[in-house]
């Protein structure tokens, strides 16, 4: 069963604009990853945040994770073409390894 | 390091045949996951495995699949015999000890096709 869900399913854009997509997921967290696939690929790990904390940076990325409405979102800033791909929120459960994908989000990034 | 390894990248075969897809972790990782991703169901769990020994196979869908990690080095992921349900994208992904969390690293995947 999916522990996350992403919204919106699919977001497109123009080259140099902000991305947003949401994550909600269900159960207490240690903390939660996001990671992109590209066509036809496996899945490649972005960031993480941990269950304490609010908000993390790296690079164009900004995820924020609020625990109390059990949700998280991820922002690309300035956008470029190459960031086309799908993004996918994963969770593990407090007492366990097992990390639970999301649903996704497919963004597309027009030039 | 290569990354996680995985082979085929690609089979085609007949319902009722046994199908098995190879996964090579990278070396150090003390997890291994098998994931199974479709349209319809999104990236499912399937099973994973901590140094070798399988730990939740509760996601297995059912007596058909079987998964075994007989070394740190290379795990096996079989069906038989297959469905055309069974067609998807098997994906391993070992996970990064040095990390300190639970990030892991994907091979490009098995694209399975059951005719």
């Known amino acids: 069963s999916q522990q996350g869900e992403e919204d919106p399913q699919a977001l497109s854009i123009q080259e140099g604009e902000n991305a947003t997509m949401n994550c909600s997921y269900k159960?207490?967290?240690?903390?939660l990853q996001w990671y992109r696939q590209n066509s036809g690929r496996g899945l490649v790990h972005l960031i993480l945040?941990?269950?304490?904390?609010r908000e993390k940076h790296s690079g164009r990325l900004r995820v924020t994770l609020d625990t109390s409405k059990k949700s998280s979102s991820l922002l690309i800033t300035a956008s470029r073409a190459a960031d086309t791909a799908s993004y996918f929120c994963?969770?593990?459960?407090?007492?366990?390894?097992?990390?639970?994908f999301g649903s996704g989000t497919r963004l597309l990034v027009r030039p | 390091d290569a990354g996680v390894i995985q082979s085929p990248r690609h089979e085609v075969t007949e319902m009722g045949q046994e199908v098995t897809l190879r996964c090579k972790p990278i070396?150090?990782?003390?997890?291994l996951f098998w994931y199974r991703q479709t349209m319809m169901r999104g990236l499912e769990l399937l099973i994973y495995?901590?140094?070798?020994?399988?730990?939740?196979d509760s996601g297995m869908p059912e007596d058909r699949f079987s998964a075994k990690m007989p070394n740190a080095s290379f795990s096996t992921l079989k069906i038989q015999p297959s469905e055309p349900r069974d067609s998807a994208v098997y994906f391993c992904?070992?996970?990064?000890?040095?990390?300190?969390?639970?990030?892991?690293?994907f091979g490009a995947g098995s694209r399975l096709t059951v005719l």
């Open positions: 992904a070992s996970r990064d000890r040095g990390s300190g969390a639970n990030v892991l690293t």
């Open positions: 159960t207490s967290i240690n903390n």
């Open positions: 945040i941990r269950s304490n904390e």
């Open positions: 994963a969770t593990d459960e407090a007492s366990s390894y097992k990390l639970i």
């Open positions: 070396s150090g990782h003390d997890y």
């Open positions: 495995f901590n140094n070798n020994v399988p730990i939740d």
